[in-house]
Every structure is written in structure tokens, then in C-alpha cells.
């Protein structure tokens, strides 16, 4: 599963670089949510590719922002036509299609390029859905790329209907913050499940309760690995929106990229905190495993043992030598089971006292 | 409970940034202290909300310096409230509600904005208790904001009451500076608690009294971690305040900023040095246990086998033959014991020779 | 294998640097491919090294890109005369001799000296095949040296020969651009087929079907090591090509030599991803190894224990004294089989309860 | 103990920062030495403090260089008039005191400040004795604060005395260096007599003596790492006097440090050395452990498991039933005795092929 | 022995630095042979001490370069008389004479300074013999100091005498570069002798033949410890010779040292290569080990276990209770083994099932 979100891009093997050939992305055709909105009204609704060619061709209007959120890369050209109509470079629109990429941020000329990872939590029994997300910046517009329906911006959407917040006061550029924002903070609630997760199987293995927690440890880690590998790119590319800011982001949208970066880095943080954890955790349950194995095998050596000097005092007296003076003995029989008795007593003080038992 | 000292941001997932709603907080509703001293006197009290915007509004006083203590942040209003009146950002108040930041220094124009956690055993069994204090320096102004009641900044207004040491001679900046020190020298305790606590369980472990020390290994490492989590980010924001001084900081304050530093790079080498430390018990009490584990086998084992042989010879004269010529015999019985003596003789001086026993 | 493909340069101690002497390299003397297209046209055939060296002389025309493919490097006086007719250094030539150098780029005056390693799966069990190909760029014309014949620059003499993509409109510098990212998108077929085998071999693993995986867990190992020796050497060389780029790369190529860049990242993250992997991979097949001994051991000691109070029983009325009074009852016989009954069912109780069985 | 060494911080906390109070230092009264000497005289012995005191408010004598080495911390006021008396700041004579900090050097103003770690072996069994020496570096004036009688510096003092090699043709600076040298030289011998000590544990192990080397791996490893521990900061404060060098350290004395440096560097990669070499020690004494275990479990299982075949047979013949042909059998009682020996020969052979005795 | 080779500088504590004390050399008395060459002739022969003090009072022949190689350092005045000779700073003679020395490149002025270590396989047995030489290279004058005779520069000599390749062409810093190419180059030698023994160790392993690979382990484990601690601060000296470049070394003979910064490269790679591989095979062989020890557990206790059930029969037909009526049946002791082949098979075929037999 890992190996297919982030890599398998030997498809697209001896095709030129800048190929628009989808790699790796679902059968999932794609449709167009243009959000336009200025600081005084909003307007939102799915509409066809041609018409959005014709209103990108017109270029940017005086003091909107256009939102063009595309779902579905399955249509090589489509994709391909919306990435020329804002002069995005083939490279880019490359990869789109391509969704192995590494969360990155990428200036070409007009035109900043981002890609990012949505993770969230497919469901209770907890995998995790991860999704890649391209998103170009252009004079004006913001054009999203998402492999299918489902998507964490719904806050976003809200917050320019209802006008919340400074958002519709401010450019396109505060818009892609918000989107990256909201990818970002989408992993605390990852982490947060991932974290409960682990609380619980520590609480499994600390009653001891002879579940294996093997095959738990092994999810989780497979999980906190692939939320590590996605958070340390996604860091040095908000790094890397702080670096590129001052023709791109306004002065005034730089206190939002720091906090963005601030939790960037708290993320990885947890990442490495929650893999440490698990570590651990592994250990300790090896250990609780080892520990009620070693219980085992003492107490049942301890009773075998015991027996072993007792079974050879019978074997004495089951012999059958004919000169055997204590055979006839008139109290032989109570006698050797009190010498049995003294002998198991003793083991038992022996054992007690140096806490074997 | 590490999760959620350091984490739990997704509750507020879906507001725009810079939303003044809390996180995590405690519900305790703000209380606000104010203390102004300059050179010649200090005046100290609680103050009500009103008449606190009504006197910043007034702007600051010439040679004296105001720290404002909000202790409870359970009145996000309130907090905005105070947050405007000193021109803090709204990223940065927001910050101050959700309590699960990473200590950091940011400059929002002229307030200097520190996030630091004050971290402190609870009590003799040893959890520690870690609240988030923000503090923004203003011009004249310090404001502190701490989630409930207790604190270790008790020395620092001691200092200011009783006129000991610089502290009433030099400006807020140096104030800023005096609480932040406080902060992290409370670590200091921390760590000498745990080291203790580590020193004793070493000893447990030496002694080998049958103590099972996972737990106790469990719990120190979760308090290491922690205190490590806490002091790797507070020496980068020291860091970054060493960078930051020529214009907030006066020249007289950097040999103390230094000094801050110093103690910082010792709290972070001494978890460094503790996480090691723990590492190393671990291992050492997994010998240990391995140690008595094979110890009992051991001597379990040659018991075993030293009456095994015996106990054939026992069954060798079981056998019902009707013609077994040692049965007859007049010293038989005599015999056969002789020729046990003799084997398990021989064992025994086998087992010690390999020293086995 | 391993060391035979990176080092084995001992075998020229002794000789001035910049000797002509084939070190490691297989006994295949050397064909000459030549391919040179412009925008309208492209030419493709083998030559004599005589016909090569005179067009060398003659310098570069214009507007055509010149592709000179060495396959074999047998013949040290041959190289050395192709490196001389380009003006290559001695000692870029005795690395091409040499092949056990590590990926990375060298300029020398007026030639950009690039050795890359060419990786693939050998057949379906999987060994990886590394072969060393040698890359020079002078004024228009690319030179390639191979060890053997089989490469993965087919598709490159395709998009040549067709005219497929932009490579026919530029200049050498994106041939050589070209040449080097068809070896680094190699690597990602090969990250795969390990990816597999470990999924494979987790599989396994998991299942407990009592399957050795010391061995492939060994096998992988090497293959994950070998490529990240590789990769992380390769991705500094592809850095150092960002930073000459000035001179020798058009501003047009730089965005692709970005897109190499960020591909080799991908290449090492995957390694390094594959190592934790494997290492993880190793512990879950010791705890499942170690859980299969444990059990047999379990149930095998329960079983001895079970009957050793039994046997110890039988002993007891196998004794032959005289007077035995259990022996003469009607019932003692059916009264020994109760009393060992009700042993074995109270162990078996015991056991159960305490979850050993 | 080692905790005392480099923390114990926490003593001090509510002070303000500055303050002249010792910190974990011994009860022993400040003894002062002054040696003074220039190119053709040297004067040595002990002064009161009012004395000296009256010849530092003199200032430097030209050509002259002053040592004034100040043996006890435990009389705060006089280490804090001698600190006024060379413009010593607070913060410095507060560390003087506070005989917990980290290797370090800092400037104030014209005044050179320094902390070492004077570290040597207590005795043969080998405890590490670790003090804190710290430096200040005025015009003419070396003053060096120790904790107690005993130091490295009685080479430095022959030096001076009988004018051997450069010292006394040089300034304060290069005395300055010399006692730092002679403190970092000394570390070499630590080295040396750790080594020793691990190269013995080694031959124990080897010599598998039954010897439990756990006690002393773990001795080991606590004087390895306080080494790291103070050899670390110790590098970095010799790197920063070499940056600050220019103002400070004569031209000349340049070398000297550059030397210095390089012998700080090597402590640094001994003492990692002598880490990973304890970690393998520390492997390698559990396979001992283990492999001598394993030895005395294989040994007897064999044993026990040979005889469980022969004692089922003599089992058999020891049944009563009333029809057993073989126990009417002439040579029964021989053939069983037979039969047995071919079993145990048998299982001998078995267990010989496989290795397993 | 590895403590012996770099460190061992405690001899000298207490001396001022700069003394020209022979330390841990060996009594070999210095033996000097000169070689001088220009492009049309080279001269070569041992002279006395007074001719080459003479010689080198002359001042340097334009256009020869002189290789002095001092063979032998325990005459510490001949070395210091020839360091002063060339104005060799005195730190650098005890350099020459402590051969406990990292390697290092330090510039005196105008004579730059190099200590390296030349190291080869002593034996087949292969322990590895470790020697320092000291490299000054002046104006037309190199001096290289050894501790013994015998070393890796014959191949250089030759190279002087029959004016093979460019040497004889090029002044005094080629000849130095070509020296501690040499040096380094015989590293190669010693990397392959490791990684042979380690695969016909790795072979030892898997072919499980019982033979124990601990000794071996930890003595390829020194060698590899040993070679990356001299190879580390070799990459960095030669990186800080690329750096002092432009003044000593002619621009033609930076490609060379970038060529040999290049071997450094692949021999610290290779060292850490053969570091991991190591640790691989430590834990291959241990989980051989404890593969081979669980196979004869198994096979014993699956023995054992399947006696136990029918002993216990056999015990219950031996005893000697009055009214047993098996004991008088006429088929009862055939019966009886009956019932003991079913209970023997049943486990057997219980056993089979689950794998364990």
C-alpha cells in the first residue's frame, strides 16, 4: 500500500519528461468548481471546461479571487488544457497526473506550484486515505487538482460563503494558504487517532491479557511512517513558501505562513514522538511476552522438579532385590512417604526462598 | 496525556486562522494582576478587565514598567480584548487560547510574543504538571498569560517588592527576560527529579530483588520524553531571542539572554543524557532479569538430570525377569545404591568442574 | 558482488593517476554508435573509431547534436583517443576505465564529466545488475560509455528517431539531461520490484507457514544497501549539476535538471524507507520465529508436567513393601485411577485459568 | 554522582540571576597563590586577599605577568571582590560559584572567561574525580578559581619556575592557553586508564571465567559518558577561542590554539570510541552469557533425553501382567539390557551427527 | 592496540608544547634518503644528516624538486635539526614526533604540513599495521617523515626513476599530492582484505557448520573501527587541501586532488558500508546461533514429551494393587502396547501437524 502513494512511477518509463500521462491516479473524470468571489459577494457552481478556457483566456479580474477546484485527473487533456490556459509548465502538469510526487513548492515564472499530501482516516478500523493535492497560484486564480470527490477544504468554502474571517478581504495568495492550512491541519486529527490508537494498545499489553499485539504495532508503524514521510516534505516546502514570499505572498499574509510553518514543524515533531513511541511500545511488549513465558516455563520446571527426586525414591522401593530390609519393615510404607514429604518440603522452602516460586 | 499537552489542534479544525476560540484550555475564567514598579517604588493588586483597556489605552509610562498577569483562559473575549489593547496579532492570541503550541519567539511588528511551558513535578509519586505561559512585551509592558493559579514566578515578584538585585533598575525588556528565566530554571528541578528517581530505580535494579522496574522505566522515560519535547524547542527560541535583542533587547540585557542560553543548552544535554541513561537501565534490568530467569533454570536442570540416571538404575531393578541373577543376590540391594551413589558422585563433580552448580 | 561493483581499485596501486588502464571492466572491446539529429533530420549507425576521430577533428556543426555511444571498454587505447579528441581529461578517462567509481560530476575546462550507475533486475529471482556508463558533454556533442551492450536510453533513441517530445528542438545539454534522468528513472522499477519482494516476504512472514526467511531477508538487504550507495551519491551529483548549470545548461533545461533533482530525493527517500523496512521486517520474523519455539515449548512442558505427578503416582503403588494397605483393597485400583484423575483435571484447570494452554 | 556534577542548578532557583551564592560547591576557604613572573624573573607564593586586592586596583605592571589562582569557593564575598577587582561581570563570578556548568567560554568586555573541567582518576579502582576550573583573562592577568588543593597545573608552575621552553617570554594569553592545554591533556590519561580498563573487561569476557562483567561494563560506560559529557562542550569552547582570537590571543599563540583544538578534537573521537567499543563489549558479553547457557541447557538435555527411551523400557519389563512371554525368557533380563544399548548407541550416534553433543 | 595507535599522548603531559620528545615511536634511528629530480634527470641516495643541513642552508634549485624521506624518528634532534632547516614550526615537529597524531593538513606559513596514516595488512593472518608519516612540503622541497622502513611509496620512486607519467614534469606539490595518494590508495587494498574476509566469514555463517564466528567478528570489527577512524579525518584533510589551494598547489594540480578527495569519499563510504555489513552479520550469526540451538530443544523435548504419556502406562500396569484385572487378562500385555502405539502415533501425527517435528 505504501509503495503505491508514493512511488510507482516506473509507468511512465521512457516517456519524455513533461508527458501529460495520468500515472498512478483513479478512473475518475474530472469535474470543474469554479468559487469566485471579491469582498462584497461570492458566487459558486460546477461549470464545463470550455467556458472556464474562455474566462481564463480573458484574464484576471481587478480585485476577485477565482477558485478553479478540479476533481479527477482522469482526463489527460483537460488537465492539460487548464495547466496551458495559466501558463503552468508542462513539468507541473506532468505532475498533477503524476500522484507519486513528494509534497514540494515550485516556482515556475508567474506561476507557484505546490503539491501536498490529504491524509485523513478512512474509517474506525483506521487506514489511512492519502490523496495528492496540486495547486497553482496564478495572478488572481487558484487552481486545485484533487484525485476524487472528498476533500478537507469544506471549512474553506464556508468561510467565503458566510464571509468568516479575513478571507474574502484579502488575494488569491491568502486563499492558498488557507487551502495548504487546512491540508496541514487535517494531521493533527491523523496524529491525534494514530496517538489513541497506541494509548489503547498500551493498555492492552500493560494488563497483559495474552492479546498479540504484533500485528497492532505493525499497522501503526506502517501508519506513523508514511504520516513522517509525508510531514518532513511538507515541511521544508512551507520552508520553502517563506523563502519565495515577498513577490509572491503579501507582507501581511507572512505571520499566516510562519504559524503554518510553526505547525509544520509540530507535526513532524509528533511524527518522531509517535514513532519513538511505538518503539518502545514494541519493546515493552516483547517484554511483557517474554516475562509471562519465562512465568510459564518456571512455575511448571518448579513442579517437575519437585517430582522428579519423589519419583526416585518410589523407583527405590519398586525394585525387586530380594534382600530388601526395609520392604519389610511393619511401618516401611509410611515411612517412605514421609521421606517423600520432607524431601518435597524442603524443595519447596529452597524455591521460596530464593523467590522462584 | 503527552498527546495532549503538546497536541490536540484539531478541535478547532475548520476556523479560519487567528480565531480568538479556545483549545484545551481549563475552565478558568481569567484573573488579572497587575504590578508596576519603577525605581523608587512598586505597586502590586488585582484589577478588573475594564479599568486594565481603560489604562493601557492611556498608552505606556514614562520609566515604569507594567507586567500584567492573566492568570485562566476560559474568557476568549476577554483575552482578545487584552491581546488589541497591546496590539498583539490575532495569530498570536489565538496562540495563547490553544494551549497546545511548541515554545517559540515571534515578532509581530513592536510586541515580542513567546510561547514557553512551565513544567514542574506534581507531587512526591512524580507526574509532571506542564501549563503553557504566553507573555507579549510591549513597549513598557509585559503580559503574561498562564493557564490556572501556581506558578514559579514567585522570586521574580519577591524581586520586584523587596528591590533585590537589578530588576527594578531596568526596563520591561529585562522583566521579559527575568520570567522567562524563571521558566527554565524550574526545568533544573524536573530533571534532578527524575534523575533521582532513575538513581533509585538503578539500585532496585542492582539489588535484584524480584522488583519488576518496567513500569517505573516506563513512566521515566514518558517523563523524559516530555522534558525533552519541551526544552529542544525552548533552546531554538532562545536562540532566536539572541538573534532578535539589538532592537527589543537593550545591550545591558544580552550577557543575561546569554546566560539564558547557556542554561537552555544544559536542559536539553541533560535529557539528551537521562533519555541515554534510561536506555541503558532498561537493558541492564532485561540482563538482570535474564540473569535469575537462567540462574533458575540452571539449577533446575542439573537436579533433574542428576536423578534421571538414577531413577533408570531404579527401573532397571524393577523389571520382573524371572531370571535376573543381581536380584538374588545377598548385597543387591546395597549394591545398587552404591552404584547411584557413585553415578550421581560423578555428575555432581562433572556439573562444578564445567561450573554449572 | 557488493564491493566488486563499487571499489576493487587496488588493482592499479602503483600507477600514476591518470593511467589508461581498465580496472574491473569486462572483456568487451568497444562498438561506436553514433546518432546526430538537428530539428529536421536525425541519423543513426555505427562507426569506425578512425571515421569518429576525424569528424571529432573537424570540431562541432552547427545546430546539430552529436551522440556518440561507446559500448565496451576493453580497448584502453581507444577510449583514451575518443577522450583526447573531446579534450577530456586524464583523469575523466581513467574513471571511465576504472569502473568502480562513485555517481558524481566533474568539470574540466570545457567538458562536464558525469559517471552515473545503470540499475536493473536482472531476471525474476532478482539479483540487480549495476554497469557504470560514463557521460561527457562537450560543445554539441554527448559521449556515453557502457560497459556491456543493454541499456535503458532506448527510449531516448525513440523519442530521437520520431521526434517525440521537445529533445530534437534543443541543444546537448538536454540530450545529456535526458541520458541521465532515463538512468535515475531506472531506479524507481527497481525500488518496486523490492517493494514487492518485501511485501512478498511480509506475507510470508505473517502466514507463520514455518517459511526461513533469514535468507531473503538477507538478500533484500544487500539489494536495499546496494541502491542507497548509489542513490545518495547520485543525488549529490544531480545537485552539483543545479549549481554549474550557467554555463553549461540552458536556463530552458534548469527547470528539468529541477525535476531530476527532485526525483533522486524520491530515490533516496524510498531507500532509506526500504532499509526501516527490512529492519522491521527482520524483528517482526524473530518475534514470529520466537513466538512458534515458545508455543512448541509451551505445550510440550505442559504436557511433561501433566503426567509427571501421574507417573509419580504409579511409582508410589509400584513400591513392594510388605504392607501396603491401599494395595489390598477391593477398589484401590479404580481409586488410583480417580485420585489421577482428579490430578491431571486440577492441573488442567490451573493451567487453563492462567491461559497456558 | 553524576548528576552532581553537572547540574544541581536548581539550588539557586528564585535568586536573581548574578547572584554570589555558591552553588554545590565544597566547604573550603579560599587559599590565593600568586605567581608573578617576566622574561627574566619569577616570584611564587601565597598572598592575603586585602593584598591583592590593593595590587589589582594598581593595575598591570608592563611586561609583567600576574597568576592569581584562587584554590576554595566556599567564601563568596572574596571570589566576588576579586571578580570586581579585574571587572569580572556578575554573571561570570556567579558561574565561578555555581561549579555546575558547562565547558564554555564567553567575553565581557575586556575580560576573557572560561570554564574547564579538570577531570583525573580518583585511584586505581578508578572513580573519575571531576572539578570545575574556570579562567578570566585580563590585561596581564590570569586568574583561575578551583574547588579544592590538587590540580594538573604543577608542570605549568615548573615552567614558569626554571623558565623551560616559551612560557615566560610570552603574555598572559599564552599562560592562559598553557592552563587550559594542561587541563585538556590531562584528559588524555583518563582516556588511557578507561581503555585499559575496558581492554582488561575485554580479555575477562573472552576468557569466559564465569566472571559477570555487568557491574563493571556499567562503571565503564558512566565514566565514558561524564567524559563525552564534558569533552563535547569542551571542543566547542576551544573552537570559539579561536574565533575570538584575533583581539585576545597574540598571533603568535594562534598555533598553540590550533594545536589545542586538534587535541580536543581527538578526546572527542576517543571517548565515541570507547562508547561504541563498550557497546560491543557489551554484546559481547551477552552471547558469552548466552552461549554458556545454551552450552549447559544442550549438555543436559541430552543426558536427561537419552535416558527417557531406556527408563519407558525398563518401565515395560517392570509391568504385571500375568502373561509377559519375554520376562519368562532365559536370556530376557540380558536382551533388555541389550536392546537398551542399542538405543542409547543409537541415540549417541544421532546426536553426534548433528552436532548436538 | 587500537589505543596504542592514536592516542598515547599522556606520555608527554607536563612538557611544554612544541617539545620535540619522541613519543610512542619506535627505536629506529632516522636513515635519510634523497631524491632530486628535474625533467631530464632524478638522483637518488642516502646522504648524512650534515650534508642535507647544508644542502637544504643552500636554499631550493630552481626547477628540481627534492623528496627527503626520513626513515626513523628516534633521534629527536636530527628531526628537529631538519625541521628547523626547512622552518618547520616546532608544533609541527612534535607532530612528527608524536605518532599519535589525526591525520591532519595544518599551513605554517609557507610550509604546509601533513600527518597521515599509512596502512596495510600485516599478514594473511591480517592484523593491520598502522604508521604515521609527517609530509612538509617548502618551495621545491618535500620531507616526509616514517616511523619504520617499508612502505607504499616504491610505486612513486619508480615513477621518479624511469619518468613514467607526469611527475618529473611538475614541481614539488605534485609530489606531495602523489605521496599521500599513495597513502591512500593502499586503503583500497585494505577495504578488499576486509570485505574477503568478511564473505568467507558470511559463508562460515550460512553454512551453520557450527564453527563459532564471535572472535572473528570482533577482530574484522576493530580493523573496520580502525580504518574509518583514520579515514574520516583524512576526507577532511584532504577537503581543507582543496581549500589552501590556490597558493601552495599549481592549478594543474587541483583535478588530482579533487580525484583524491574523491577516494577519500568512496574509502569512508566503504568503511561505513563494511560497518553495517558487520553489524548484519552479527545478527545473522546470532539468529543462526539461536536457530541451532532451538532445533536441538526441539528435537529433544519433542523426544522426551513423547515418552512421558507411555511411561506413565507403563507405570500404571506396574503397580501392585490385588485386584487389577488387566493384569490377569491373557491378552493384556499386548494390549497394553497397543494402547501406547496409539498414544505414541497420535502424538507423532499431533506433532507433524503442527510443524514441529
Known sequence: MRSSILERASDK?????????????????????????????????????????????????????????????????????IGRAIALHPLAVEDVLHVGQRPKAERYENV????????????????LDVEQV?????????????????????????????????????GADYLAYALIDAVVDAYFAVIEAIDERAERLEDAIAEDSGYDATQELHDLRGQVLTLRRIAVPTREMVRSLLRVEEEVFAPSTRPYLQDLYDHALRIVESAEFARENLTWLRELHLATVSNRMNEVMKVLTVIATLFIPLTFITGVYGMNFKYMPELEWRYGYPAAWGVMSIVAGGMVVFFRRRNWW
Chains 1, 2, 3, 4, 5 share one sequence.
Open 13 to 81: 518509463a521512457g516517456l519524455p519528461p513533461g508527458s501529460p500521462v495520468p500515472v498512478g491516479v483513479e478512473p475518475v473524470r474530472p469535474r470543474i468548481r469554479r468559487i469566485r468571489y471579491d469582498t462584497t459577494a461570492s458566487e459558486e457552481g460546477e461549470i464545463a471546461l470550455a467556458t472556464l478556457l474562455d474566462e481564463l483566456a480573458e484574464g484576471p479580474r481587478a480585485d476577485t479571487v477565482t477558485w478553479i477546484d478540479v476533481v479527477g485527473l482522469a482526463d489527460a487533456d483537460a488537465i492539460e488544457a
Open 112 to 127: 507557484l506550484f505546490v503539491v501536498v499530501k490529504m491524509v485523513r482516516m478512512q474509517d474506525a478500523a483506521g487506514d
Open 134 to 170: 496540486s495547486l497553482a497560484l496564478a495572478d488572481g486564480v487558484v487552481v486545485t487538482f484533487q484525485e476524487r470527490e472528498g476533500d478537507v477544504f469544506e471549512a474553506v468554502r464556508r468561510r467565503i460563503r458566510t464571509n468568516l474571517g479575513a478571507l474574502r478581504r484579502r
